[in-house]
């Protein structure tokens, strides 16, 4: 790399670590492009020196009032002086387009406190491209000193899971009265979860789906030993939300390093999503923008077989080394 990138990631690393806002945004939106060199190399530099932030995933269907939520749990980590970063994968969010939840006051005043961060975030690329936009994300935010990443995520697709499973404490949004209750959910995130929160709990169905969720909640037994606790909330009131952070703590106190088998699982798959990510996207760079194209249509027409279509893509970029070695 030469001297002109290498000062500016210098710069970067510099800015970023005095936590500098404009630096921040920055660099938050040269990372959604795809393929960008100081970006990268910035990460590298970050990487190293982040670590200390608590990334809370916060997951459900839309609607549930996670973003109402995430905005109440963010009050209260900065009435305690910690910075706050707040991203939210969402196309729906009310975050994005600069709108902080409507015309809520004292949502209101979180846009404009310098000790938080906020920030939507939309598919980068191709190809389960966001969850890496977001964990660089975080580790930016992380290295700048926000020491509570909130990451708002609707909980549905793989690629979302994939994002909030590398939060260190998973939260999942129910509400009441949603009809087959916990049938409803995804075992997918179910799994995922480290504490339930039942929010709009001001909701006359509250007691049953609390009955609902605490028999289901009897049948979990994971591996770390951890019960998973339910907490009821009324975001838009800020009940409850004080036990929730509380109850945060008492998860992040019962694991408090990250080096167990789970955690380890994680890192394993995000290397490995990665390494797709980065295989494919050599792949499309190198073969002609039609190409794809042609060769599904003759796949469909059955003109040619599936493993013959992958080694002309591979043959057609030079990837020898992809090649399947026969023995
Ligand atoms: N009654 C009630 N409404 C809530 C509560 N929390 C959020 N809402 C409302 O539910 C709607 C969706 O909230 P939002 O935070 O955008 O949900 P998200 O899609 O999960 O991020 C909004 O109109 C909120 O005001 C709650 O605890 N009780
Ligand atoms: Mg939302």
Redesign the pocket.
């Known amino acids: 790399m030469n001297d002109s990138h290498n000062a500016e990631v210098a710069d970067k690393v510099e800015k970023i670590s005095r936590g500098d806002v404009r630096a921040i945004a920055r660099v938050l939106t040269e990372l959604e492009r795809p393929d960008s060199p100081w970006a990268r190399s910035l990460v590298r530099e970050l990487y190293p020196r982040a670590g200390q932030a608590l990334v809370i995933g916060v997951t ?12 109440r749990m963010a009050l209260t980590y900065r009435e305690a002086g910690l910075k706050v970063g707040i991203i ?1 994968v ?1 196309p ?3 975050f994005s387009g600069g709108a902080i ?1 409507g015309d809520r006051i004292r949502m209101q005043s979180l846009a404009s406190d310098p000790g938080v961060f906020i920030r939507s975030m939309a598919t980068r690329g191709q190809l389960g491209g966001l969850s890496a936009a977001v964990e660089d994300a975080l580790t930016v935010l992380d290295a700048a000193g926000y020491r509570i990443l909130l990451l ?1 995520t ?1 909980g549905v697709g793989q690629d979302e899971i994939d994002i909030v499973s590398t939060a260190q404490v998973t939260l999942l ?1 129910l509400v009441p009265g949603m009809g087959d209750g916990v049938q409803a959910i995804k075992a997918g995130v179910m799994e995922i979860a480290d504490v339930f929160v039942i ?5 006359p169905e509250t007691a049953r789906a609390e009955r609902e969720l605490r028999s289901f909640l009897r049948m979990i037994n994971r591996d770390d030993r951890w019960n998973p606790p339910l907490v009821k ?5 800020g ?1 409850g939300v004080e036990e929730l952070v509380n109850t945060i703590q008492s998860f992040r106190d019962f694991r408090p390093n990250g080096t167990e088998p789970r955690r380890k699982a994680v890192q394993r798959q995000r290397l490995l999503r990665l390494v797709s990510q980065r295989l494919v996207t050599r792949i499309l760079s190198s073969v002609e923008p039609d190409e794809l194209d042609r060769l599904a249509e003759r796949l469909g027409a059955r003109e040619i077989d599936p493993d013959t279509a992958l080694e002309q893509l591979i043959l057609k970029c030079g990837l020898a080394v992809l090649e399947e070695k026969s023995e």
């Open positions: 459900g269907s839309p609607g549930s009032g996670k973003s109402t939520l995430v905005a939210a969402d729906s969010s009310p939840l708002e609707v949004v929010n709009k709990a001001d909701h909330t009324v975001a838009t009131t009940q």
